[in-house]
């Protein structure tokens, strides 16, 4: 059974920086497509940033400059650097990675959350 631990959260005073990490236990396919996602008190859940197993990044526009993702294909591990935190950014994270296997069988892993939270 594959689990995502997530590490990294807390508070932080804006402008600040946090480093999120997230590891999968078990065995996983070798091409992942993983991804960062935040929910905010009464707000949807949206994506954040994501990357694929060839290293293409994306990010949401709020984060563009700010955050970067990068992952770890040896260690299954996905990061996520956020600098020059907003109080805005206050939302727990949750990683995701979607695993396809080369013969199409697709298998999609949510991490428990952490809470980030940007205040004086």
């Known amino acids: 059974q594959v689990q995502l631990v997530e590490s990294g959260g807390g508070l932080v005073q804006p402008g600040g920086s946090l480093r999120l990490s997230c590891a999968a236990s078990g065995s996983i396919f070798s091409n992942n497509n993983m991804g960062w996602y935040r929910q905010a008190p009464g707000k949807q859940r949206e994506s954040v940033a994501s990357?694929?197993?060839?290293?293409?990044?994306d990010y949401a526009d709020s984060v563009k400059g700010r955050f970067t993702i990068s992952s770890d294909n040896t260690k299954n591990t996905v990061y996520l650097q956020m600098n020059s935190l907003k109080p805005e950014d206050t939302a727990v994270y949750y990683c995701r990675i979607i695993s396809l296997s080369v013969f199409g069988a697709r298998r999609d892993y949510w991490g428990q959350g952490t809470q980030v939270t940007v205040s004086s």
């Open positions: 990357i694929t197993s060839g290293g293409t990044t």
